[in-house]
């Protein structure tokens, strides 16, 4: 059964405050007093002297026990929102890999579920190492990217983008975070995500409850279980309305299972959001032994996943 062995992340020390990133990038007033009043967000943290690959590099440092783990990874897994991050020749992933000495593993990047492909990594991780000879092999994913464009540092009426980054180790086997199940869906007339008409935007928002807490109740049942099994829900950090419109569809009375503590200082920080709320949890006590989870995440374009674990 795929388990996570260990999650590490990394914020940058420095931060803005959203409503000056969000001036400056041509977002009018009222716009502004929306992200931060009703969505919810306060500062976002961004590096300009780190590059892609320092982000992942900071992220996999954090790791407990890292050298120790790494002859036994076969596999680095980028999950990228953007197909691309960086201008050629530059390849940020290898960097990274040949920075932590992990040039020989076979490394790959998987965009196609946009902000979702977190969880996709988290998948593809397990299928890989169950079909490995080695039953000790390990695989690394690694989440977080640099916004370049303003297209894709604010989502329109949905989040604002920050440069944490994640780094996970997944194996095959384990009795500590251990995957129960994994339901997605693409919906594929938003394929058009950040440019979509005016009509399918208003679409997308009007749809987009209903078809994340299909989703998350997929992948609960999946699991054997129903919603009042599961502690923690940790989510990708999209505006907070939106969760609780998604926690009325889902007869979840009150957002007490809901961990959002870093939605105010992190913003959304692509496909690492739910491994940054992880480790956030886990620090902070809010995860035991034996504890069900559900971490979830929404990719424009538009696929929609949850993932329901065991700590």
Request: charged share 20%; aromatic share 6%.
């Amino acid at each position: 059964m795929t388990s996570l062995v260990a999650v590490a992340s990394h914020i940058p020390e420095a931060t803005v405050p959203v409503g000056a990133f969000l001036r400056e990038h041509g977002i009018p007033e009222p716009r502004v007093r929306m992200y931060e009043r009703f969505f919810g967000f306060d500062r976002i943290p961004l590096d300009p002297a780190a590059g892609p690959a320092d982000l992942l590099v900071a992220a996999v440092n954090g790791l407990p026990d890292f050298a120790a783990y790494r002859p036994r990874i076969r596999y680095v897994i980028q999950a990228r929102t953007m197909p691309v991050v960086a201008p050629h020749p530059v390849n940020p992933l290898a960097e990274a890999c040949r920075r932590l000495g992990l040039e020989g593993t076979t490394a790959i990047c998987l965009t196609q579920h946009a902000c979702a492909s977190g969880l996709l990594a988290v998948e593809v991780a397990g299928e890989l190492l169950a079909a490995d000879p080695d039953p000790q092999a390990l695989a690394l994913l690694v989440a977080g990217e640099k916004a370049f464009t303003t297209a894709a540092k604010v989502l329109a009426d949905t989040g604002v983008m920050g440069e944490g980054a994640a780094a996970v180790l997944v194996a095959a086997g384990g009795d500590r975070d251990r995957m129960l199940s994994y339901a997605t869906r693409t919906c594929g007339k938003f394929h058009r995500g950040a440019w979509l008409d005016e009509e399918l935007t208003a679409a997308f928002h009007d749809e987009y409850p209903a078809l994340l807490a299909e989703v998350i109740d997929a992948a609960v049942r999946s699991a054997g279980l129903d919603l009042d099994d599961i502690a923690l829900i940790l989510p990708h950090n999209v505006n907070r309305m939106s969760w609780l419109r998604v926690l009325r569809l889902l007869g979840v009375r009150g957002a007490d299972r809901l961990f959002m503590d870093n939605l105010a200082g992190c913003g959304h920080c692509f496909g690492a959001d739910s491994f940054i709320n992880y480790r956030t949890a886990v620090d902070a006590g809010r995860l035991r032994p034996g504890d069900r989870y559900l971490m979830t995440s929404v990719g424009l374009g538009a696929t929609f996943s949850a993932m329901v674990l065991e700590h």
